[in-house]
Structure formats: structure tokens, C-alpha cells
């Protein structure tokens, strides 16, 4: 790496650099976006294994950046204004990619092949049983979480800076081989990051397979909207537009069974203060320690509809949620802990980070009254979620 890189701006002068257009990652060449929506590229870092990283900073027409790195696809940096205008990097995340190897890999990552759990780490298809590794025992109960031990935030992805129009972004690409973690078929994978004049980060989940397999992308953010480090998330507020859920085992596998979140404190169909209801007696909270739990979006068209909204009331920060998918997983940082020092040298805490992560079900290929998250050879996997950033 040279000394005294600054990155090279890649997007957003004059002529719009296309997608997949060439461009000299080590270039010493910096130059000021100023105004303009741009894409900088510089590296970021090496992977323990020695792998160059690159870090991709968006900047929106609209006063978004962010920066996004090609390792898992992570999200590092997310800076939005507040209701004053001030911007702030409302994720949690590190600085390096020895942090992301040392503390946890899942932060602001993309997941595959399988986000979230499958039970017992197997899955039969087409007549045959397939077995994934181990990597996860909430309630002492094994299953394979987030595609096994290297999923895709583990992997670094070949990227390119994308610009059309007055939205810029970053292409990322990677091909999983037949067998990769234990699941069947090469997949190739396209996510497509954008920002737009209107600030909202638009994610395009494209998957091509040759053999049949399960297939559940999602992005593994923790958003705090207060910023990183400044305490928890119980007092944001959130509405998800989901009339049901599906209540887990102890091992945070869903039953097979949808609930109605009708009187329970599972209902966020209108805006509730996340910490209102955390300690209330009830099994499914004992299970999750928190809120752990995917909700069935009331949504089930395949159209991008709104799935959930975020406020917080001291910057006025919010983030609308909507997706094509039929679910989303909201995860309060039960996990998180004050053993982890964040960006900014603070360490994080217990529930300092909230996710809101599209997908479908957990444990679908086992749970056959759920969605199909089953591709074949022939179709195409595409999803689309959008997260969109304002304040009031
Ligand atoms: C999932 C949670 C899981 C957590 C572990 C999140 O993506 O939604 O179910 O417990 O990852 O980091």
C-alpha cells in the first residue's frame, strides 16, 4: 500500500463512470467530490490471511456517506444528518479488519448462503440430506447460523464502483463453489449497494445457481441512532408492519407455527419504544433474551412495501425499512457486550446496536409451510431492500 494514499475518486466528476467501468485502485490521486454524489476507493486493510481489502465511501447527493468495504460486503461507516443537520456515524463497527477477525465478523456484513438458523445444521432436498457446520448453540441447542463458518461476511468480494443518474454505489460479486459450508450448487452472487439523491441505501440481491439450494441474503447492520458507543437502542422507536411472528424454540429455531402479535409485546403495528415491553414475562423474551424473533411481514406480495420505521426522539433520526421479502428478523444486540471496543474508541454495550435484517424464515428448508427459499438451476434469486434515511 503506498504511503499517504488518499483514494481515488472514482465516481461523480464529470462523466459518470459506469458500472464495471476499469479504474486504478492504487492510484495516488485524490480529488474533492464536493457537492456531488462520488465514490472514493482506497484500501482499507488485509485480511489475515492476506488478502487485500478495499473501502468504497459513498457519498450521496443528498448528504448520506458511507463507507463500505469488499470484505463481506460490511457497511463500516454510516453517516446521516440529524434533525439539526449534524452528521453522525449511526452504525456500530470497526476500524480495522483485525477487528471485524477478533470481535465479530457478522457487524455490518452481508449474510449467506442462509441468514439466520437451520436447525441441527442439516436440510434434506430433493431426497438428499445435506449438513452444514455448527457454529451456533443458543439454548444448548446446535444449528448453523449465517451460512457456517465462512459465510459471506467472511469473504472478500470482487467489487466495482457504480454511478447512474445522480445515485452512486458499489458492485460486489463472489461465486460460492458446489459444497462450500455443505451446501449444493456453485452460486454466484451479485449485491449491488446504492445511494441515492434521496438518501436512501438500496441493496439489489441477485443469485444464479447449478444445483438446487437454499438461498437467504441479508445485511447483519446494527444501527444506533444516537451513534455508536452512546448507550443502548431500548429507547428508540420502532413500528414493524407484520401482524404476526414466528415464535421460536429455545434455540431460537421457529416452531413451524405463525402467531399473532395481537396483545402481546411483540406488537410494533404501531410505534413502540423498544426497551417498553423487553422485560415483560414472557417465554418467547426469556428465549431470545430480548427481542431476537422474525416477523411476517403483512406485505407478502414481492413488491417493495414498507416492512419497518425507526425514530429516535433526541436527534430526531429516522429510517424507514421496505423490502421485497416476506420477513424480517429484529435483533436488539442481546449478544452484544461491554467486552468490545467500537470506532471511536468507546466500548460498545449490551443492546447497543439494533438489526433489522429482511430475509425469510429461519429454518425454512426444514419448515415447508414457509416460503420457499429454495433456488433452482434456471431461476434467478432477486430481492430488493431498501433503507431510508431522514429526520424531524
Ligand atoms: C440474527 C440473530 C442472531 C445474531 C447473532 C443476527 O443476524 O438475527 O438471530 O442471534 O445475528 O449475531
Avoid at 126 to 140: H, V, W
Avoid at 164 to 191: H, I, R
Avoid at 229 to 242: N, Q, S
Amino acid at each position: 500500500m503506498k504511503a499517504g494514499f488518499r483514494g481515488v475518486l472514482v465516481a461523480g466528476v464529470a462523466a459518470a463512470c459506469a458500472a464495471g467501468c476499469s479504474f486504478n485502485k492504487g492510484a495516488d490521486t485524490a480529488m474533492s467530490g464536493a457537492g456531488e454524489p462520488s465514490v472514493v476507493v482506497k484500501p482499507f486493510g488485509k485480511t489475515k490471511g492476506g488478502q487485500l481489502v478495499h473501502q468504497y465511501t459513498l457519498t450521496g447527493a443528498g448528504g448520506v456517506v458511507m463507507d463500505v468495504i469488499d470484505y463481506g460486503g460490511k457497511v463500516v461507516r454510516l453517516f446521516t444528518p440529524d434533525r439539526a443537520g449534524k452528521l453522525e456515524d449511526i452504525t456500530l463497527g470497526f476500524n480495522d479488519v483485525a477487528g471485524y477477525e477478533t470481535h465479530d465478523k457478522y457487524f455490518g456484513s452481508l449474510i449467506g448462503r442462509y441468514g439466520n438458523r437451520i436447525a441441527n445444521g442439516r436440510f434434506t432436498l430433493d431426497g438428499t440430506t445435506y449438513t452444514l457446520p455448527i457454529n451456533n448453540t443458543p439454548g444448548d441447542l446446535p444449528c448453523s447460523l449465517h451460512g457456517g463458518n465462512t459465510g459471506f461476511d467472511a469473504v472478500v468480494w470482487h467489487s466495482e464502483p457504480l454511478s447512474e443518474g445522480k445515485s452512486v454505489g458499489v458492485k460486489l460479486t463472489m461465486t460460492s463453489p458446489d459444497g462450500d459450508q455443505g451446501y449444493p450448487g456453485k452460486l454466484d452472487v451479485t449485491v449491488c449497494y446504492w445511494l441515492t439523491p434521496d438518501n436512501v441505501w438500496r441493496i439489489e440481491y441477485e443469485a444464479v445457481t447449478d444445483k438446487a439450494t437454499p438461498v437467504n441474503l441479508t445485511q447483519h447492520l446494527y444501527f444506533n441512532f444516537k451513534g455508536e458507543a452512546e448507550g443502548t437502542i431500548l429507547d428508540h422507536e420502532l413500528t414493524l408492519f407484520a401482524d404476526s411472528m414466528t415464535p421460536v424454540t429455545k434455540g431460537l429455531i421457529p416452531t413451524g407455527k405463525t402467531a399473532p402479535v395481537k396483545g402481546t409485546p411483540f406488537d410494533f403495528t404501531t410505534p413502540w419504544i423498544i426497551g417498553a415491553r423487553i422485560n415483560t414475562d414472557n417465554e418467547q423474551l426469556r428465549f431470545g433474551g430480548g427481542y431476537d424473533h422474525n416477523w411476517v411481514l403483512n406485505s407478502q406480495s414481492g413488491k417493495l412495501a414498507p416492512a419497518a420505521a425507526l425514530y429516535e426522539k433526541t436527534t430526531g433520526r429516522f429510517m424507514e425499512v421496505w423490502t421485497t421479502e416476506p420477513a424480517i428478523q429484529f435483533y436488539c444486540g442481546n449478544f452484544l457486550t461491554d467486552k468490545v471496543p467500537g470506532k471511536r474508541g468507546k466500548n460498545l454495550c449490551h443492546r447497543g446496536g439494533l438489526a433489522l435484517e429482511t430475509q425469510h424464515s429461519p429454518d425454512s428448508p426444514n419448515l415447508p409451510a414457509f416460503p420457499s427459499t429454495i433456488l433452482r438451476p434456471g431461476a434467478v434469486y432477486k430481492t430488493v431492500t431498501e433503507y431510508r434515511f431522514g429526520a424531524k
